[in-house]
């Protein structure tokens, strides 16, 4: 069965800092996902994640995925206040489309 | 805007009833893929449907079923509700060209 693990949780940082996301999955894939998910609203995809060695980049985000280790990083730097929300990563269970997701980071930066 | 719709918004309805959630595509996709997001379960994959074929299914109850219609609209049907499945439901939908999914704003159920 897949699992997906992400670490921290929750995450409270002050603006300026830089941070990681952690995700680690426990079976074979290449395709993870990022998403940001606002309070009360709906889900935003941020990075598609689709070889080992992939690294996007958007704005202050960077996200990067080892395959052979089964982990992505979702990298935030000179973190605003604005990018408080909650980021979930996803994997797709060997490519039938089964997305299991992670439990979420809430991130809160303060300004 | 993702261009994903759902219907409705809000949902509000007792035990033992049954509800029909309603979801948009993106125009041209082909893929919709049903969600339950929950404090305790947190984002679950419910279903997948492409073109019309159940594709893929994920933690559904036999309680709730899918469909989705020759125009690519689908419905959730949640039958013999009880109160733990309040929820969030949301619908996504791809295109077949790439894996990217877009989320519509979601269905908040409450059932009480």
């Known amino acids: 069965e897949l699992k997906v693990e992400q670490n921290p949780l929750f995450l409270s940082m002050q603006e300026g800092k830089n941070y990681t996301i952690y995700c680690n999955y426990s079976?074979?894939?290449?395709?993870l996902y990022w998403y940001r998910q606002d309070p009360g609203k709906s889900l935003e995809s941020l990075f598609v994640l689709l070889s080992n060695g992939a690294v996007k980049q958007e704005g202050r985000l960077m996200a990067s995925l080892d395959t052979k280790a089964r982990l992505s990083t979702l990298h935030i730097t000179a973190a605003v206040h604005d990018l408080s929300a909650t980021y979930f990563c996803a994997v797709d269970m060997n490519r039938d489309d089964k997305i299991i997701f992670g439990k979420g980071t809430r991130l809160h930066i303060l300004p | 805007d993702s261009g994903v719709t759902q219907t409705p918004k809000h949902l509000i309805t007792a035990t033992g009833q049954r509800v029909t959630l309603r979801c948009s595509p993106r125009s041209g996709d082909l893929s919709v893929y049903w969600y339950q997001q929950s404090l305790d379960q947190g984002l679950q994959f419910l279903i997948q449907?492409?073109?019309?074929?159940?594709?893929a299914k994920g933690n559904i109850l036999e309680r709730f079923s899918a469909q989705q219609f020759p125009d690519l609209h689908s419905e959730l049907n949640l039958s013999s509700l009880e109160l733990g499945d309040s929820a969030l439901y949301f619908c996504a939908s791809s295109a077949s060209s790439g894996p990217e999914q877009y989320f519509g704003p979601g269905t908040r159920l409450t059932v009480t």
């Open positions: 079976t074979t894939s290449d395709r």
């Open positions: 449907y492409y073109n019309g074929e159940e594709r």
